[in-house]
T-cell receptor, first 116, second 112 residues
Framework: ETGVTQSPTHLIKTRGQQVTLRCSSQ?????VSWYQQALGQGPQFIFQ???????GRGNFPPRFSGLQFPNYSSELNVNALELDDSALYLC???????????????FGEGSRLTVL | DQQVKQNSPSLSVQEGRISILNCDYT??????FLWYKKYPAEGPTFLIS?????DKNEDGRFTVFLNKSAKHLSLHIVPSQPGDSAVYFC???????????FGKGTLLTVNP
């Protein structure tokens, strides 16, 4: 139990639609990161927010966007869904950005998105 | 371009024996290395880390070894227990970049 909760846990969309995934960080954590884990792959960094500002982005197109709210909860939005967007989307929070490198990054259980 | 590689998709060991999971990396800028464990239907959980200024870090049954010249690290689990059965991910990060780059994972099965 990491204290990071994600919703929804599972969802099915069709190609071209838009999706919003939500993440509630562990209390007191000011950094949230989003990762995409495709089948048979390791998690891949999408982007990270530190105190409501984007602080780094991976190799994902602009149709992947996010927000971090004042209470440090977060959203991941994906527009114009493609079949390859089918994956497990993991949210992770950290008490402070500098502690990520020493393992202070706590993952939620993920939202499994299927695009048909 | 896969910067962190785990070349063994799976590993099977007997309970009580040693499990050795391997990881190679290509980016010389990485200065922190981490291992995560993932059970089905759960998010990855942190296991152990090592910074590039060290060559060994130990935590109970888990030891991580880093060979910077070979760009190789390994996770040793001694003794292995059935509850250790999970997917193990190697991850790395570098400099002021706080993103983690993960390998594809190794499925460890510890047989009773």
């Amino acid at each position: 139990e990491t204290g990071v909760t994600q919703s929804p846990t599972h969802l099915i969309k069709t190609r071209g639609q838009q999706v919003t995934l939500r993440c509630s960080s562990q209390s007191g954590h000011n950094t949230v990161s989003w990762y995409q884990q495709a089948l048979g792959q390791g998690p891949q960094f999408i982007f990270q927010y530190y105190r409501e500002e984007e602080n780094g982005r991976g190799n994902f197109p602009p149709r992947f966007s996010g927000l971090q709210f004042p209470n440090y909860s977060s959203e991941l939005n994906v527009n114009a869904l493609e079949l390859d967007d089918s994956a497990l989307y993991l949210c992770a929070s950290s008490p402070n950005i500098g502690q990520i490198n020493t393992g202070e990054l706590f993952f939620g259980e993920g939202s499994r998105l299927t695009v048909l | 371009d896969q910067q962190v590689k785990q070349n063994s998709p799976s590993l099977s060991v007997q309970e009580g024996r040693i499990s050795i999971l391997n990881c190679d990396y290509t980016n010389s800028m990485f200065d922190y290395f981490l291992w995560y464990k993932k059970y089905p239907a759960e998010g990855p959980t942190f296991l152990i880390s090592i910074s590039s200024i060290k060559d060994k870090n130990e935590d109970g049954r888990f030891t991580v070894f880093l060979n910077k010249s070979a760009k190789h690290l390994s996770l040793h689990i001694v003794p292995s227990q059935p509850g250790d059965s999970a997917v193990y991910f190697c991850a790395a990060s570098g400099g002021s970049n706080y993103k983690l780059t993960f390998g594809k994972g190794t499925l460890l099965t510890v047989n009773p």
